[in-house]
């Protein structure tokens, strides 16, 4: 499945889920970027092993960063003050700028996911930690491997929780929790429009389906 795709069925997994919490207009928001950085974040492995073969999803791996540096803009817009503000800004502007012109290889997504980490042990927030170590460990993984997994999807879920705990938005972790999933649903082989499958039961029973 495309980017396109995944991050459209994100957003809408946000907004719905965002009327169900009976959310406020800027929470709204918030959840429908988590959403489509949710959906899209299985796919950080893509400059994996494969990455030659698959340069086109390089554009999505992009908007990914480009929406975690939005969502710590936008955190320290709210949240910091004075030199941790300012900070936050410049991290938020490298993320969204910089990759367009970095990332060639998994090695810029392994510098981008350790930088991330350095941010998040500046600020001491535990996602944006998490958040890195799930990019760094992404980069070197195969495409369509642990990141398309139970897995996976219950890491990234711990993440949403930190987030949601830290932000005191409730639904936050229900919102990247579905995001995540569709994407593992939508590329399972089953689907007409996928050739290879998804790996739920890694790294214990590698059947793809
Ligand atoms: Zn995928």
């Known amino acids: 499945m495309k980017g396109a795709s995944h991050a459209l069925v994100g957003t809408a997994i946000g907004l719905s889920t965002a009327v169900y919490y009976d959310m406020e207009p800027a929470a709204t928001g918030l959840a429908m970027l988590l959403g489509s950085t949710a959906a899209l974040a299985p796919d950080l492995d893509t400059n994996g092993r494969l990455s030659n073969r698959i340069s086109l999803h390089r554009k999505w ?10 969502l710590i ?6 949240s910091l003050q004075g030199f941790f503000k300012a900070g936050g800004i410049i991290a938020a502007l490298t993320l969204i700028i910089a990759p367009r012109f970095l990332i060639k290889q998994r090695f810029m997504v392994m510098l981008t996911g350790l930088a991330i980490v350095g941010i998040g042990w500046f600020y ?51 919102v990247c929790f579905l995001a995540y999933l569709s994407h593992l649903v939508l590329d399972m082989k089953a689907l007409p429009f996928n050739k290879k499958g998804v ?11």
């Not at 791996?61 to 939005?70: C, K």
């Not at 803009?73 to 709210?78: D, F, K, P, V």
């Not at 705990?165 to 409730?170: A, D, R, T």
Request: with cysteine; glycine share 8%.
């Open 199 to 209: 790996k739920w039961f890694l790294p214990f029973y590698s059947r793809e389906f």
């Open 124 to 174: 001491t927030e535990y996602w944006i930690i998490y958040f890195g170590l799930f990019t760094t460990v992404s980069s070197f993984l195969p495409h369509r491997g642990l990141t398309h997994s139970i897995c996976g999807l219950l890491l990234f879920s711990y993440i949403a929780h930190t987030l949601e705990n830290s932000l005191s938005i409730e639904g936050i972790t229900v």
């Open 61 to 70: 791996l992009w908007y990914t960063l480009s929406a975690v540096g939005v």
């Open 73 to 78: 803009g936008i955190y320290s817009l709210i």
